[in-house]
């Protein structure tokens, strides 16, 4: 089939004839502001205009100055419209549930494209810069260098294995307390396979990341080489030393701007969603839908077809926008 070609079948007839060439598009006759006249092709009873066409363009990305393909993007168009309304006019299919799902994908796709602008628009760079600067407690850190030995303990310990373990730590305890140095009694006595080599030291531990017991004992030390006394956690009985004193340290924008580009976009989104439902009334019949109604209809998986998926709107990463997008 050609662009030039009278295409026909039963009932149908696509007709041509004002599409002498595709140049017309750009403009080689027509009105007096050089656009063509009338429309660009009539499948049937539908008309399609220069302007259906080149939207059709930019849904496929097709835009082209290269005519041989704007061509065939043109040929290809006219056939699915040909095709489409061919089965709707002799096909048994029910039309009532198509013309349902292209109703919803609508709202999809109006949904989803109306909210890319939008949050486009109003999650910008200097918002996260700003609100960034004006919430700078929630990204600041409080954090402390330390070292500990550890003598672990478990639930299978029986209690005499878990009192092993109690005298062992206060044993370090005792040493430190003769003058022992710490990071060899880490070596000697801690079980902490990770530390103890380098003599119990932990490094920076930020406050709530690590045990209840454990950061109320850091970060209750004030004085640099200051230790705690034995205390227990889950992980087992700890002596803690501190290196350096406590800091609190401000994470820096670029670590925090896509966890603050999420909050905004979902805090905007929301607000928008609530803002656009004001704007319109909904009155719902007294007594809602009755399920019962629906006694006489196959539901998918008892015998009738499962209705098609609904598509992606484009550009939505196939999710569904509708509810989330961000």
Known sequence: MTLRTRLQIPHLAISLSALMTLSLLYGCGGDDEGQPAGPLVTVGDHTISDQDFE?????KHAASR???QVDRTLEE????EQLALAIEEH???DTALIQTELHEFKKQMLISRYFEQFLRANVTDTAIENFYNTHAADYEDHKVHVAHILVRVNRRMSDEERQAARTKIQ???SQLEAGADFAE???SHSEDRVTSNRGGDLGFVREGSIAPQFSEAAFGLETVDAY???FETPFGWHIVKLLEAAQTVRRPLSAVQGEIRTRLRTEAKQAEVE???ALVEVSTREGGFAAASLAGHAAPGAGATPAAPTPAAPGSGGRDDAADHN
Request: charged residues 35%; positive net charge; aromatic residues 14%.
């Open 55 to 59: 939207a059709y363009l930019r849904f």
């Open 171 to 173: 044993e370090a305890y």
């Open 228 to 230: 705690t006394r034995p």
């Open 77 to 80: 168009f006219v056939g699915r």
């Open 66 to 68: 290269d005519q041989a």
């Open 91 to 93: 096909g048994e299919l």
């Open 185 to 187: 009694l880490a070596r």
């Open 275 to 277: 803002r656009l439902r």
